[in-house]
């Protein structure tokens, strides 16, 4: 994307060879015409003259307009640009942004007027290293301020370099580098390198990146995630070790007096809590993807936390999921087909290839008409065609035969064992008060374990879409744990309301239940949208929402296994402590 815009180039631009998770999240590296000896200065330094038409300012200006940021990489270590912020007391705080903006808008700039556009045409690079005598120079900072600046050009000394490179407030000042207007302007575009020696080490040189989000506000994250799941998990106690230590205590005496008493509760649909659901293959395919994204999650958290995906490890990240998803095929096979053969299913075959297709067909079909979009636009961010059939590879050739792995093994084995007998004709369910109706219980559900997440997820957005690094996986893995815990409680709390308004319809609504935090994610991509991002291009706009819908879908899936599995341990644990007829 870079070289589309009328920079300075090579004489021969290279590609650098990408892994796959660079590729799917859009990174194309090439090399630049900066020339940076190490250890010596330079101060304003010449790089090119550009005659540009009009056609080439006006990009440069739509550009600037849409907030395009400049990436550049030394030494594998991004560009980062020195921000200040004023914190909740105060207090000045320096943080450092990825990359640097590509020019700025009217009073933007110094010296700039309102409606027209400056680019950015001069750099000022500090880069930071420590002497150390086996390597000599190690880079540990890589910090850009960049700069517009109007420099005369003399076209009878195009190659001499301007005579000053820097802004002051003082009267004569250089004005700044305007790119509105349609006619043929030419652009000097220099930089400025100062070497500067810290005593940073080499293997902490990315810790500057951790100051671009404040510990004190991930630990607010937690302390609010926390309060959820300890209101939450008085409330199971007090049905656990109350309310369903006093119904169980009742059923047990009744079974022990003479006349037959009149079940009422939970336990009066005890003939009727294992009939199997509606769309009962459905829900089995569901729930073993669920398992599948949350295996996958497990171990991709590990290795973050142990410090296996860091961003030094460029694509690393990306890379990790999309192997563990095919590789954790298994997993979705094999629980799949377990659900399945629990709600009596005969078509084994259908919910194989099914469990193989239906999600990760969703995802891709998402993800290709997405870059067919960018391919159109001639965007660099669009997937190669090789990519592609790479993808296709990885799913039929890896996932689908790891799927059918699991699903014969879970098939062959014998169905799980419940001591509760079903009754051949339904039991007919009374009308329910309003709060107990399938969506709203739903919809009430779903709020706890998105505000236990919340938090996270603004932080996980920004790192996507605000050029912020996110590697903070402690913090994640904390709010994974509450969000698995929140889950799982909810549902079993609703699950108990259900049952005791004689509702036995509990599977769908036990996985639906935590589901629905998705729901609410997706509410939020749209309020962090409008509040956050200033996008206005029709493409741009759809990729947002395309690549947030395949969030939302992974996240229903995910939270949704959590809430099934939970329920279904509660169940069975309070229908086998009861002695039925």
Request: aromatic fraction near 16%.
């Amino acid at each position: 994307m870079y070289y589309t815009l009328a920079f300075c180039q090579p004489e021969v631009i290279e590609d650098s060879v990408e892994n796959l998770g660079e590729i799917l999240t859009g990174d194309r590296i090439e090399n630049s015409p900066y020339e940076i000896l190490a250890g010596e200065d330079a101060k304003c330094k010449l790089l090119c003259n550009k005659k540009l038409g009009a056609k080439e300012l006006k990009l440069f200006s739509e550009r600037i307009q849409e907030e395009y940021r400049v990436q550049w990489l030394l030494d594998n270590l991004p560009a980062a640009t020195k921000k200040l912020t004023i914190d909740a007391t105060g207090k000045t705080a320096t943080v450092y942004e990825s990359g640097f903006a590509l020019g700025k808008k009217g009073r933007e700039a110094p010296a700039g007027e309102d409606g027209v556009v400056y680019i950015n045409n001069h750099v000022s690079m500090k880069i930071l290293y420590n002497d150390d005598e086996i390597e000599k120079i190690r880079i540990v900072g890589f910090e850009v301020e960049p700069e517009s600046i109007l420099h005369p050009y003399d076209p009878n000394q195009p190659n001499n370099p301007p005579s000053n490179c820097q802004r002051s407030s003082v009267d004569g000042a250089q004005p700044p580098q305007s790119v509105s207007g349609d006619q043929e302007t030419v652009i000097r575009f220099t930089y400025s390198i100062k070497w500067e020696e810290r005593d940073t080490k080499w293997s902490s040189r990315w810790d500057i990146y951790l100051l671009m989000t404040d510990d004190q506000i991930h630990w607010f994250s937690i302390i609010n995630s926390l309060m959820i799941v300890l209101f939450l998990t008085g409330m199971v106690a007090m049905i656990g070790m109350r309310t369903l230590n006093a119904d169980l205590r009742r059923y047990r005496e009744m079974e022990n007096q003479e006349e037959p008493q009149e079940e009422t509760g939970w336990k009066l649909v005890h003939g009727d809590v294992f009939r199997p659901p509606a769309f009962p293959m459905l829900l089995s395919v569901l729930v073993g993807t669920g398992v599948q994204i949350f295996a996958m999650s497990v171990i991709t958290m590990v290795f973050a936390v142990l410090g296996f995906l860091s961003p030094a490890n460029r694509g690393g990240l990306m890379t990790a999921m999309v192997v563990l998803f095919v590789v954790m095929g298994i997993f979705a096979g094999y629980f799949s087909a377990r659900t399945y053969k629990l709600f009596k299913g005969q078509h084994w075959k259908r919910n194989m290839l099914l469990t193989a297709t239906l999600f990760p067909g969703i995802i891709f079909s998402i993800f290709l008409f997405l870059n067919f979009v960018l391919a159109f636009k001639g965007s660099s961010g669009a997937v190669p065609f090789g990519t592609l059939v790479a993808l296709i590879a990885l799913w039929f050739g890896i996932s689908v035969p790891l799927i059918f792995f699991g699903s014969y093994f879970g098939f062959k084995k014998d169905p799980e064992e419940i001591k509760v007998r079903t009754n051949q004709i339904p039991r007919q369910i009374p009308e329910q008060v309003w709060y107990m109706r399938p969506l709203f219980s739903i919809l009430m559900g779903g709020i706890l374990p998105f505000g236990a997440v919340f938090i996270e997820l603004f932080f996980i957005l920004s790192s996507i879409w605000l050029h912020q690094f996110y590697y903070i996986f402690g913090f994640l893995a904390i709010v994974f744990i509450i969000l698995i815990l929140t889950c799982a409680e909810i549902t079993i709390v609703m699950c108990y309301f259900q049952l005791c308004s004689e509702d036995y319809h509990w599977w769908w609504r036990a996985y639906l239940t935590s589901g629905a935090s998705a729901f609410y994610m997706f509410l939020y991509s749209i309020f962090y949208f409008f509040t956050k991002l200033q996008i206005t291009q029709f493409v741009s706009i759809l990729l947002y929402f395309g690549y947030t819908l395949i969030m939302t879908v992974g996240f229903f899936v995910l939270t949704g296994a959590i809430g099934f599995y939970a329920c279904k341990f509660f169940v069975k644990k309070i229908y086998t402590s009861i002695k039925l007829e």
